[in-house]
C-alpha cells in the first residue's frame, strides 16, 4: 500500500478554483482524515411508515491533517490559515536575531488546494480537494517528541481522479522540528522548566457558508474573532509562572484589588536540526494572559503545574527563515 499528500504552492484567489501555475509540494504527513457528507434531503408524506425519497444534499467536506512540523514544507498550511505573508529581513525577538525569510500575520484566511491518493491491492485514486479551508492550526511541543502540527480542514469540492505519486526527489529535504531543538521563552526569558507546550490558532472559520443556488460552499468565510490559546505544562521546581497565573504577578502574595491577569510576551524558538545554532522558526506572541492554574499534589507523584492562555492583542506573527 501506499499514500501520499500533495499540497498546492499558491493559495487560491477564486474560492474553489485552482490557481494556474502553481506546483504541488509533497508533505510528509502523519494522517489524513477526511468525511464526505452528502447530507441528504428526505421527502416525508403521510402515507408511508418511512421517507419517500432522498436527494442530495448541501456537501460537506470536513478532515484533519496532521504531520511533524516542517515549516518551509506547510508554507501553503501557514498563509492559508493566518491569512497574509510578506518578506522580513534582520528582526530581533527576545534578544535572539532572526536573519530573514518569510513572517506569516493574521487576515482574512486564504483557500488552498490539496491532493491525497491511495493505493491498495485493489486498485489506486487520487482525491482533489479544491476550496479548502483551514479552521485551526494546533502545534505541540512535549518532551521526548518530534514538534506536530494538525489542522483541521473543509473543502468546496473534490474530483477522483489518476494516482500519481511523488518520488523521493518531491520531498523537500527538511528535518522535522525536535523537542530538543525548541525553546519557550517568557517575558523575553527562556523557561528550562517547561515539559510541554501546545498552541492553537483558532480563526472561526465558517463551514457552513451555504446559499441557495449550490449545493456546495459559497466562500470562506467567519463566525467569530480568532483564538489564540494553548496550555504550558511546568516541572514541580517551577513556582514563578503558577504564582504569575494565581495572583498576576510573580512577586504577589494575593490577588490585588485591581484583579489583575498575568501577562507577558510568548516567544517559540525553533532550531535547525542539522545546525543548532540556527533558527528555523520562530513563534512570536506580543502578549498572552493567564486564564488559569491547575496543580495537584498526589503522594510523592511529581506535580505537574499547568497553566493556560490566550493570546491578547495584534501582534501575532509565524517568522520562517530561508
Known amino acids: 500500500m501506499a499514500r501520499y499528500l500533495t499540497v498546492g504552492s499558491l493559495c487560491e484567489s477564486t474560492f474553489g478554483t485552482a490557481p494556474g501555475g502553481q506546483t504541488f509540494v509533497a508533505q510528509r504527513a502523519k494522517s489524513v482524515g477526511l468525511t464526505v457528507d452528502r447530507q441528504p434531503l428526505t421527502e416525508e408524506n403521510i402515507e408511508s411508515y418511512i421517507v419517500a425519497a432522498a436527494y442530495g444534499g448541501a456537501l460537506k467536506i470536513t478532515g484533519t491533517i496532521e504531520g511533524n512540523m516542517r515549516p518551509k514544507s506547510m508554507a501553503t498550511f501557514l498563509l492559508s490559515v493566518m491569512g497574509a505573508s510578506a518578506a522580513y529581513t534582520t528582526t530581533v525577538v527576545s534578544g535572539i536575531t532572526l536573519a530573514g525569510g518569510t513572517k506569516y500575520t493574521l487576515a482574512y484566511p486564504q483557500p488552498m488546494e490539496f491532493k491525497a491518493g491511495e493505493s491498495t491491492f485493489g486498485g489506486s485514486k487520487e482525491y482533489d480537494f479544491v476550496g479548502v479551508g483551514l479552521k485551526n492550526l494546533k502545534m505541540t511541543f512535549n518532551a521526548k517528541e518530534l514538534v506536530t502540527a494538525s489542522y483541521d480542514y473543509f473543502a468546496k469540492n473534490f474530483t477522483i481522479g489518476t494516482y500519481t505519486a511523488p518520488t523521493a526527489a518531491d520531498y523537500a529535504a527538511e528535518d522535522p522540528v525536535t523537542f530538543y531543538t525548541a525553546h519557550i521563552y517568557l517575558g523575553g526569558v527562556v523557561v528550562a522548566k517547561i515539559k510541554s507546550l501546545d498552541l492553537n490558532i483558532d480563526r472561526k472559520s465558517d463551514d457552513d457558508r451555504f446559499v441557495v443556488g449550490e449545493f456546495t460552499l459559497a466562500e470562506v468565510g467567519i463566525t467569530g474573532m480568532t483564538e489564540i490559546s494553548g ?39 525553533c532550531y535547525d536540526l542539522s545546525n543548532p545554532a540556527v533558527v528555523k522558526m520562530c513563534v512570536h506572541l506580543g502578549n498572552i494572559a493567564m486564564k488559569d492554574a491547575d496543580s495537584t499534589m498526589q503522594g510523592q507523584t511529581p506535580i505537574d503545574k499547568k497553566v493556560s492562555y490566550q493570546a491578547t492583542g495584534s501582534d501575532v506573527i509565524i517568522y520562517v527563515e530561508t
Not at 246 to 265: K, R
Open 231 to 269: 496550555t504550558m505544562t511546568f516541572t514541580e521546581q517551577e513556582y514563578n509562572m503558577l504564582q504569575l497565573a494565581m495572583t498576576g504577578a510573580t512577586n504577589n502574595t494575593s490577588i490585588p484589588v485591581n484583579n489583575p491577569l498575568g501577562q507577558m510576551a510568548l516567544d517559540i524558538f
